[in-house]
């Protein structure tokens, strides 16, 4: 995979840009680059008449000359919009040993930088990149764009920018100042979108200032990050993501974080093996410690916070503290997975029930009914049991569970990466080991799992044993 261009503004304005190219195309990087305050020189032996009349109005410098390295000496941006590769390529080359930033025009490749599709409310721009790939989406989610975000943004934006100094000032507190702004903008917005009433803002702004909030104690959000991808986070999530001061996240969260403001205080708190047996109780005052300062703290958790993912004995703690808590659901494991594997966990005909088990620990298995788990029509999903499956399928066949009943080990469920083991519970640890299986990876038991062959819709499709294993060979 390629490397991601950086998102940068670049301010323009009084300096130099070089466009090589004096044609139809040419003139609408001139427009643009006019409008960002940049001194344009063209260089073309020819003009389009958009082109002539820049030049003829002074607004923009020409050389009535070919290409020549030299006349990039003092430009801080070369622009390459001709029809000619040779002389695009020489552009690119010069502008590289003068360490020149260089976009030629519908060549990503000998661009170190690209002119994004941007849509303007003001000062406010939103620039969109494909990474010179694909100019037509660019321009597409433009379009988008335009009819979303409300005319009144750039004059939203010229408001706060006047009166910055000030707000900074009044709340010096950036988590408290942060509060504020966005109890603000929920009614400034309104009154700039449907009364195009700037002064009635200005007036609010303005009184807000005076009763500015007091900071306040901190509060603790536990998340649930779901499986890992960002489509199945949940709104409310998300916007505790973007509202929060710290994130305290577990390890298997995916690209979840991804979605998070940049400016968040990031702490890693994942279990591993080997950590010490303190680990959750370090959690905790890690938790407390930034709650305690007034901080908004996410605690995001993979999946589902009170489905094995001990949510419940951090809610606990912080009540006892008097910490101000919040639960925002997520997607659990077995569902994910489940889903994307094709298995639906219960089913008219094969499953009236479902369980939810762990099998973290050696004593975990000890204090489950095995009889009733060993019951048929239902579905157990098993989380944390890769390395537990010896036993679990020693205790499922002795409590009277079928050998042949259908298994499917979803290894990372829901990620690009996923893999679907499926067999029957006869081989099901010798099937896991020849398949290398590794965590994070949930066991789906019971009749429904047979269903992940004919329903598979996502990834790979699901690895099955060429030849069954009899339980003799098993044994």
């Known amino acids: ?12 304005r009084g300096r130099a840009v ?3 190219g004096g044609g139809a195309i040419a003139a609408r990087k001139i427009e643009r680059l006019l409008a960002a305050g940049a001194r344009v020189r063209v260089v073309a032996p020819d003009l389009h008449r958009d082109v002539r009349a820049l030049v003829d109005t002074r607004r923009v410098a020409h050389r009535a000359e070919g290409f020549r390295a030299a006349l990039l ?17 020489a552009v690119a080359h010069a502008a590289g040993e003068r360490r020149i930033l260089v976009n030629v025009v519908d060549d990503a490749q000998l661009s170190s930088i690209q002119l994004p599709a941007v849509v303007e409310r003001g000062d406010v721009q939103v620039a969109i990149s494909s990474g010179g790939g694909a100019p037509m989406l660019a321009r597409r989610l433009r379009e988008r764009l335009e009819s979303l975000l409300d005319e009144s943004l750039g004059t939203l934006a010229e408001l706060l920018t006047r009166h910055r100094r000030r707000i900074r000032a009044s709340i010096p507190e950036t988590g408290a100042r942060r509060r504020w702004f966005d109890a603000l903008l929920d009614r400034i917005a309104p009154n700039l979108r449907l009364r195009g009433s700037l002064a009635a803002a200005e007036r609010d702004l303005l009184a807000s200032l005076d009763d500015a909030p007091m900071p306040r104690a901190g509060s603790v959000i536990l998340v649930g990050a779901g499986p890992g991808d960002p489509g199945l986070l949940t709104l409310r999530g998300l916007r505790a993501l973007n509202e929060a001061d710290v994130i305290v996240h577990d390890r298997l969260i995916g690209d979840v974080l991804t979605l998070a403001r940049r400016d968040a205080l990031m702490i890693d708190v994942g279990k591993r093996v ?7 109780a370090r959690i905790h005052a890690i938790l407390l410690e930034h709650a305690r300062a007034g901080r908004r703290v996410v605690r995001l958790k993979g999946g589902d916070p009170f489905v094995f993912g001990r949510g419940g004995e951090e809610l606990e703690f912080l009540r006892a503290h008097g910490i101000a808590c919040e639960v925002v659901p997520g997607i659990t494991a077995a569902l994910a997975c489940a889903a994307h594997a094709g298995i639906p966990l219960t089913h008219r005909e094969h499953a009236q029930s479902l369980r939810l088990v762990t099998a973290h620990a050696k004593d975990s298995l000890d204090t489950l009914d095995w009889r009733a ?7 157990l999903a098993v989380y944390m049991g890769v390395s537990a499956l010896e036993r679990l399928r020693a205790r499922l066949l002795a409590h009277g569970r079928s050998a042949d009943t259908p298994f499917a080990l979803v290894e990372n469920g829901a990620r690009a990466q996923q893999r679907v083991i499926v067999g029957t519970l006869a081989d099901l640890p010798e099937r896991a080991h020849a398949e290398n299986v590794r965590a994070p990876a949930l066991l789906i038991l019971g009749e429904v799992a047979a269903l992940a062959t004919p329903l598979h819709w996502f990834g ?3 690895i099955a044993r060429s030849q069954p294993l009899a339980l003799s060979d098993a044994a």
């Open 274 to 280: 080997g950590d010490r047996a303190d680990a959750q």
């Open 373 to 379: 788990l060993a019951a048929e029509r239902q579905t």
């Open 1 to 12: 995979m390629n490397a991601r261009l950086f998102p940068l503004f670049v301010d323009l």
């Open 460 to 462: 790979a499709p699901p």
């Open 73 to 89: 000496d003092d430009a801080w941006l070369a622009i390459a919009a001709t029809d000619d590769d040779v002389v695009n390529r």
């Open 18 to 20: 070089v466009v090589v």
